[in-house]
């Protein structure tokens, strides 16, 4: 019997044990033996459970699994950083094997916690971390050791995407966001979704991994998409294009530039069709070439899924023992980023308006809303301008033009 401490039972935990009874069959033929959730570690044992659990499985007690010496994979799915990271840390120091979806905990901690599992020559596997049913976490380390890895950008939020693409239905920001929080795909509080900080997490976590080398969260250069506006969604869409957050890190000469922000992409993209709470991710590889992953970001079923593959990898024994990480010195040139961008801004007077034509290859609107798509310049030279000129960033919205103008 192979027995599993699950950490959290929630959206992602009930999904596990739904598909682990479903299938049980199966994966008894596969794996010869009975893959067994020992116990369930939870916050409230009060709380009412949609699954009917044997009695006794359930605990609120972290060490009650941690000291089963029976319990030799754990899987955290609680989604609490810090405790979370304990959980992760205290299990590999333990001896256990760990499949964690938590994404932050993973940016936060990946050079640690690699190391540790890989010290102590057990698995560390965080599939579901990025992108949610999709597999693009294994597909990036098989290509590693035969690829210098170019470029990996990404739709990484559901959320945001879920709301870009029912403003383009015609909602505007509030009406598209309380429905995303109605149908589940929002928190009540938005804040790290529609800010870009979810996606950053992700692409640290990519990032790091393809490019080999150090790549903190915090530097990564973010911008969501709470300031844009029906008026936005309008212009860009009469362009024929379409607006995405998009997460993006490239290599280039002598280092390399991350950011996250709102890109607008035409309709020849790959990411053009990607709609509601899809993901996408490309790779470009110098000897794979293009590899896009697409799908399900997010849900009980497919990051259960991805979960349940990482948890197939440890119990066949088909993990990597190395520490996928490298230790590459890279340089962070993301202040070197240059692009066309489409700008909006809400306050603005003829003064002003005079400053930003100057930098303008079209301008589309010089109502109260003023709207113009930038010549080719460098990002960091926009942003200065708005501080230097004490325009607030609730008052304007960018996006980048993705080969559009470029
Ligand atoms: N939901 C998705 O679609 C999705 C997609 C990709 C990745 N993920 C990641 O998967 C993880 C889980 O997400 P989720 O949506 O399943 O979360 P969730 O629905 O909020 O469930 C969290 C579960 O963990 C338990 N828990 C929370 N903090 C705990 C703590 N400190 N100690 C013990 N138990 C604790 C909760 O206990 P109670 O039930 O007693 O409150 C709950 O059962 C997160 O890291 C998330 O980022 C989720």
Do not use: W
Not at 247 to 268: D, L, M, R
Not at 276 to 298: C, H, P, Q, R, S
Request: net charge negative; glycine share 10%; charged share 25%.
């Amino acid at each position: 019997m192979i027995n599993i401490g699950l950490l959290g039972l929630g959206t992602v935990g009930t999904g596990v044990l739904k598909i682990l009874e479903k299938r049980k069959e199966e994966l008894i033929k596969i794996t010869g033996d009975d893959i067994n959730i020992k116990k369930i570690l939870v916050r409230d044992l009060a709380k009412k459970r949609d699954i009917e659990l044997e009695g006794g499985i359930i605990t609120d007690n972290f060490d009650e699994i941690l000291k089963d010496e029976d319990i030799t994979i754990i899987v955290e799915v609680t989604g609490d950083l810090e405790e979370g990271y304990k959980y992760v840390s205290e299990s590999l120091r333990a001896g256990k094997h760990v499949v964690t979806a938590n994404k932050a905990l993973v940016s936060k901690y990946f050079e640690e916690l690699s190391d540790l599992a890989h010290k102590k020559k057990l698995a560390l596997l965080y599939e579901a971390s990025v992108g949610g049913g999709i597999p693009v976490i294994k597909p990036l380390k098989e290509l590693i050791p035969f690829n210098d890895i170019k470029e990996v950008r990404g739709i990484l939020n559901g959320t945001c995407n879920y709301i870009l693409t029912r403003m383009e239905e015609g909602l505007d920001y509030a009406e598209a966001l309380k429905i995303a929080q109605e149908q589940g795909f929002a928190e009540a509080d938005p804040t790290d979704d529609v800010e870009g900080l979810d996606t950053r997490r992700k692409l640290r976590i990519l990032g790091t991994l393809a490019l080999q080398g150090q790549m903190p969260e915090e530097n990564i250069i973010v911008r969501g998409i709470s300031n844009i506006t029906a008026f936005d969604i309008s212009n860009i869409n009469k362009m024929g294009a379409s607006v995405k957050l998009i997460g993006e890190v490239k290599s280039c000469e002598g280092g390399y530039t991350a950011i996250v922000e709102p890109v607008i992409v035409e309709s020849s993209s790959p990411f053009y069709n990607v709609g509601y709470e899809e993901n996408a991710v490309f790779v470009k590889g110098d000897n794979v070439g293009d590899l896009m992953f697409y799908g399900n970001g997010a849900g009980m079923l497919p990051t259960a899924n991805a979960v349940l593959c990482d948890l197939m990898d440890i119990i066949a024994g088909s993990y990597r023992l190395n520490n996928p990480l490298g230790n590459k010195k890279l340089m962070d040139l993301s202040l070197a980023i240059k692009g066309s961008y489409y700008l909006r801004i809400s306050k603005i007077n003829g003064e002003l308006m005079d400053v930003f034509k100057s930098l303008a290859d079209k301008v589309l609107s010089t109502g109260a809303q003023f709207a113009l798509v930038t010549k080719h310049i460098l990002r960091k030279d926009l942003i200065d301008l708005f501080e230097n000129l004490g325009i607030e960033e609730k008052d304007y919205f960018i996006a980048k033009f993705d080969k559009i103008n470029t």
